[in-house]
């Protein structure tokens, strides 16, 4: 099973590809904040795109810190 790891944090994001528990994939960049939502989403789907071009990823798991506003 193929696991795509995402951390989102206030100052940089990191996302890792997992083969059972091997790292295949890392990748880490600085996060802007002001962007918000969108272009987080955004970040995300052009890495993990990418990524689908050598490993298929079959599930998800995301951390991140911090107050959510779910009503958003």
């Known amino acids: 099973m193929n696991t795509l790891a995402i951390d989102i944090g206030g100052t940089k994001f990191s996302m890792a590809v997992f083969e059972g528990d091997r ?10 904040r002001a962007g918000g939502r969108d272009w987080m989403l955004a970040q995300i789907t052009r890495i993990a795109r990418g990524w689908q071009q050598e490993v298929k990823l079959d599930c998800c798991g995301v951390g991140f ?4 506003n779910f009503a958003e």
């Open 23 to 32: 790292m295949v994939h890392r990748q880490s960049e600085s996060t802007d």
């Open 65 to 68: 810190g911090g107050p959510v």
